[in-house]
């Protein structure tokens, strides 16, 4: 219904030519189409917008190179059920596939379902094949997209709700699989201004705390923005007292720069893994028109109180610094990563277990080990250029049966210290373990302990040390 009215025209819409460059910067749009969802992996970003009829997605070493890009087109359906109106593609991958999530209909919009498509291998590329209707309950629901939490995945879409005729609620269920829900699912109140739509919902993992950011108003006018809900690691999402409305929208309308209507985003990390970025459509007029959407990104910051922060919309044509690690804008300090699986540069013994159970591992696989009062450690041998300051960080999958307390040994030039951590929470991504100097040489510089007097299985992944 939102969509509908002007949806081809926009379809149709070309990305304008990109004006000359300067060196190591990059300018919005990066695409002609609205609802992007964007990622980067093994060396290229990953965008997919509304396209209507197919889902395609745009590939490029670097940002920039996005916007010239050509679409590589990755599903088609012939099934007239559910082949059209297809709308706000969500890019994510899980174990050692990809899954892209979408909204489509038979032409009539009330008829709107949630839909997930898998790949045959481990390429965002595909080829992809048709895996379910998710979160079905019989009635009208779009822009569904998975979120982890607590090591648990759980799905948030739109439907109609609060005796709203349109996409005004946005409901959460947990998943059983990447491509299915399971138990009850649970209506989240959700503020945001106008009140005719709460859409697009998509998870931000932040310092102890998610961060849900969705989108309110209808699209067409120049008033949809971004709001947000948040709620501690360790809280049951499917509980809505557990969640915090945080007050006012974060990301609106910046008419002295000419963008109006931001919203419907996804977030990705730089090349790097330093820093945060958004992906978002917006327009420059501010007419009630769903024509003109196009496909922006910017880099995020974080408050002092571990909050997001978007910053405001930049103008179409604003020379930006692309993300940190891109090869327009390479990074300029020493960093290596050490995965368990990463040869000679990883040792434990057979006590050690191998698993491959959690979504959210680096690589192929992790360790594992039962806590005991003994010296048994993982390490981690890192090639330090020169005696300095290097940050050291983890990655390690989060479940309820993992370390209450798992010891993190770093050799410093003063001797060891040791960062415990709860690996039941914030799992999934790079963890800062700390700041340290670290003397020059190829050694073991980082332990994963198992002498330990928390609970549950000490897990040892991926370690990263970066200079400062």
Avoid at 387 to 396: H, I
């Amino acid at each position: 219904m939102r969509r509908l009215a002007l949806l081809f025209l926009t379809l149709v819409l070309l990305v304008p030519a990109a004006p000359a460059l300067a060196a190591g910067t990059f300018t919005n749009p990066l695409n002609g189409s609205a609802d992007p969802t964007l990622t980067y992996v093994n060396g290229n970003y990953y965008l997919a917008t509304t396209l209507g009829d197919r889902i395609g997605i745009w590939k490029s070493p670097t940002l920039a190179g996005l916007a010239g890009a050509g679409e590589h087109t990755v599903w088609r359906d012939s099934d007239p059920s559910r082949n059209q109106q297809m709308w706000a593609p969500g890019l994510y991958r899980f174990g050692q596939r990809w899954y892209v999530y979408y909204t489509a209909s038979n032409g009539v919009d009330a008829n709107h379902r949630t839909y997930v498509i898998e790949s045959d291998g481990d390429d965002p590329l595909g080829p992809y094949h048709f895996k379910a209707r998710i979160a079905d309950h019989g009635e009208y629901a779009i822009d569904g997209e998975p979120f982890v939490h607590n090591g648990q995945m759980y799905f948030a879409w739109s439907g109609p709700g609060r005796g709203m005729g349109g996409p005004a609620q946005i409901y959460l269920q947990r998943m059983d699989t990447p491509w299915s829900t399971t138990g009850s699912r649970m209506a989240l109140p959700a503020g945001g201004g106008c009140t005719e739509v709460r859409e697009g919902a998509v998870g931000l993992r932040g310092s102890g705390r998610l961060f849900l950011v969705y989108s309110t108003c209808d699209t067409g006018k120049p008033d949809y923005q971004l709001w947000m809900k948040s709620i501690a690691d360790g809280a049951d999402p499917l509980v809505a007292g557990n969640w915090v409305q945080h007050a006012g929208p974060v990301f609106w309308r910046n008419d002295a720069a000419g963008v109006f209507g931001p919203g419907h985003n996804g977030f990705f990390k730089s090349p790097d893994g330093t820093e945060d970025w958004i992906v978002y459509h917006g327009k420059t007029t501010s007419a009630y028109t769903y024509a003109g959407r196009t496909t922006r990104a910017q880099k995020i910051t974080w408050n002092g109180d571990g909050t997001p922060n978007f910053g405001r919309p930049y103008a179409v044509g604003t020379a930006l610094t692309p993300p940190s690690g891109d090869p327009d804008n390479p990074s300029t300090a020493w960093s290596a990563i050490v995965d368990n699986t990463t040869e000679g540069r990883f040792t434990a013994s057979a006590n050690w277990g191998v698993s491959s159970y959690s979504v959210q591992r680096y690589g192929a696989d992790y360790r594992f080990a039962d806590p005991v009062s003994a010296s048994d450690a993982a390490w981690y041998k890192f090639a330090i250029p020169q005696t300095g300051t290097y940050r050291v960080d983890a990655w390690w999958p989060s479940l309820t049966g993992y370390s209450t307390k798992a010891p993190y040994v770093i050799v410093t030039a003063s001797g060891n210290q040791t960062v415990n951590v709860d690996q039941r929470f914030n799992g999934g991504a790079w963890r800062t373990l700390g700041t340290f100097t670290l003397t020059a040489g190829d050694e073991n510089k980082v332990a994963v302990s198992r002498w330990t007097n928390g609970t549950g299985l000490v897990i040892a992944d991926a370690i990263r040390i970066t200079r400062v």
